[in-house]
């Protein structure tokens, strides 16, 4: 089992180089395809232009992401081009009222999308469009990589944060080719019901399933000491230094994150390491 074709989807040239990195690293590591998707974003919304507004604004905005997208373009191809990996690389513009669409185009026919982080100085809002559309239109896997993380082929020790949910599940089965190849797979546990399947043993038929696919777990039971559940898996993350950590996406409705917080969405804002989700 293993990843054949990566997607990375760049809207901005300064936080191209550790998604790039990374997919080329895992297009090795996997005997991968590596694909880049390089989109320049007309951050307009044609329907709300003043009325008379002059076909100019609109062609100058145009162009603008034309130049983007080049840019982008350029820099992807002068980073690959210095790898021995298969790959290939296209450019194209959109609005940023349809980019969701172009992206999950490109995402369903993926095994794995790398993306920048989206949260953070420098990172625009197209960058969550991208994350979601993967996620939930796309139905891929996303990996998301903070900035100047070193790549990683094989990520050694990973930590998978369960709490019995369908979108735990999922990112688990999505995330099997590298908990495969792990050295230690740690399953994390915060705060399990004390009614329920699992209630007397938190996390056991999740690594008896593991174990028969030959990954070498431990499973940690921890309290939520912290406020937010997010905040507790990343300094235990960082503890037991895990070199990536396996979670379900938006267990929350997206709106409902945008406006209250939560696991995903922290996550996605203060991880230090690589974050594999699914939904």
């Given at each position: 089992m293993a990843y054949k074709s990566l997607l990375s989807v760049l809207t901005d040239s300064k936080n191209a180089d550790?998604?790039?990195?990374?997919?080329?690293?895992?297009?090795?590591?996997?005997?991968?395809?590596?694909?880049?998707?390089?989109?320049?974003?007309?951050?307009?919304?044609t329907g709300y232009y003043y009325a008379?507004?002059?076909?100019?604004?609109?062609?100058?905005?145009?162009?603008?992401?034309?130049?983007?997208?080049?840019?982008?373009?350029n820099k992807a191809t002068e980073i690959l081009a210095t790898s021995d990996v298969r790959w290939s690389a296209d450019e194209g513009i959109a609005q940023i009222a349809d980019l969701g669409r172009h992206v999950a185009h490109r995402a369903r026919f993926s095994d794995l999308v790398i993306l920048p982080r989206p949260y953070g100085d420098g990172c625009g809002p197209e960058i969550e469009t991208v994350v979601e559309a993967s996620l939930f239109e796309g139905h891929s896997p996303v990996l998301v990589m903070p900035n100047d993380h070193e790549?990683?082929?094989?990520?050694?020790?990973i930590m998978v944060a369960w709490n019995e949910s369908e979108e735990s599940l999922t990112a688990i089965r999505q995330?099997?080719?590298?908990?495969?190849?792990?050295?230690?797979?740690?399953?994390?546990?915060?705060?399990?019901?004390t009614h329920g399947p699992e209630r007397s043993d938190p996390g056991g038929m999740l690594s008896q399933m593991l174990a028969r696919h030959g990954v070498r777990c431990e499973i940690d039971v921890l309290s939520k000491t912290m406020t937010r559940v997010s905040d507790v898996l990343n300094r235990h993350a960082m503890d037991t230094g895990a070199d990536m950590i396996v979670m379900?996406?938006?267990?929350?409705?997206?709106?409902?994150?945008?406006?209250?917080?939560?696991?995903?969405?922290?996550?996605?804002?203060?991880?230090?390491?690589?974050?594999?989700?699914?939904?």
């Open positions: 550790t998604s790039l990195r990374q997919l080329i690293a895992l297009a090795q590591s996997q005997d991968a395809h590596a694909d880049v998707l390089c989109l320049g974003v007309d951050r307009t919304q008379g507004a002059s076909a100019m604004v609109l062609q100058e905005s145009l162009a603008q992401a034309q130049d983007e997208a080049t840019q982008i373009l790549p990683q082929g094989r990520p050694a020790t995330a099997l080719p590298f908990l495969v190849a792990a050295d230690q797979v740690r399953v994390v546990v915060i705060d399990p019901p379900g996406a938006y267990g929350h409705s997206r709106l409902r994150e945008a406006i209250l917080g939560g696991a995903t969405r922290n996550m996605l804002e203060h991880a230090k390491i690589p974050v594999f989700m699914a939904h």
